[in-house]
C-alpha cells in the first residue's frame, strides 16, 4: 500500500484496559485541541448514557454547520470508544447545551407541523434531519392523537412526515 499511511489512535494503539469514560475524555481532548479551540471537557456516567460535553469557549468551530461537525464526532466517538458495538450505552456529545436549543427548536417546528397537518388536513415533511433530531420529533409528537408520525429517504436525505391521522 505504497502512499497509504495509517494514523495509529492517539500515541498508538487504543489502551484495552480504557475506562470508556477516560477514552471518551482522551478522544475529546484531542479533538478540540487538533481544531485548537480552548474550551473544558466534562465527561459523565449515566444508565445507559456517557455523556461528552465540552464547554467554555467557541464551540462553534466543534458545532459546526447545522451540527454536522458535532453530530460526526459523537459518531466516531460511539464507534472509538464501543468498537464492539454499542452494548448498553450510547454516547452523547454536546456543546454549551446545543443539543437541548436544537432540541426545543425542533418541538416548535414539530407543534408548527401537527397544527399545518391538522388545519389543511395533508402531511407536513421536514427538511432531512439526522436520526437523534428525527428521534426528538418522533417523541414528541407521539401522545398527540390527532397526527402521526413517520420517516422516509434514505440517509443523509432521511425526513419526517406529520401525517393527520384518518378517521
Known amino acids: 500500500m505504497s502512499g ?3 494514523r495509529a489512535y492517539p500515541e498508538g494503539e487504543p489502551d484495552e484496559e480504557l475506562d470508556p469514560r477516560d477514552a471518551l475524555r482522551e478522544l475529546l481532548e484531542e479533538i478540540v485541541g487538533a481544531l485548537g479551540i480552548d474550551v473544558e471537557v466534562e465527561v459523565e456516567e449515566r444508565p445507559g448514557v456517557l455523556s461528552g460535553r465540552v464547554y467554555g469557549g467557541d464551540v462553534g ?3 459546526g454547520r447545522r451540527g454536522q461537525t458535532i453530530d460526526a464526532v459523537q459518531h466516531l466517538a460511539q464507534r472509538i470508544v464501543f468498537p464492539d458495538g454499542p452494548g448498553d450505552a450510547r454516547i ?3 456543546a454549551d447545551g446545543y443539543r437541548e436549543r ?3 427548536l425542533l418541538r416548535d417546528d414539530a407543534d408548527d407541523a401537527a397544527e399545518e ?3 389543511t388536513g395533508r402531511a407536513v415533511e421536514f427538511d432531512p ?3 437523534w433530531e428525527r428521534r426528538v420529533v418522533h417523541e414528541y409528537l407521539r401522545d398527540r392523537a390527532e397526527v402521526q408520525t413517520h ?3 434514505d440517509e443523509p436525505e432521511r425526513y419526517v412526515v406529520v ?3 384518518e378517521d
Open 102 to 104: 436544537r432540541a426545543e
Open 151 to 153: 420517516s422516509e429517504g
Open 4 to 6: 497509504v499511511r495509517e
Open 129 to 131: 434531519l439526522p436520526s
Open 61 to 63: 468551530l466543534f458545532i
Open 117 to 119: 397537518a391538522v388545519r
Open 92 to 94: 452523547v456529545i454536546d
Open 163 to 165: 401525517s393527520p391521522v
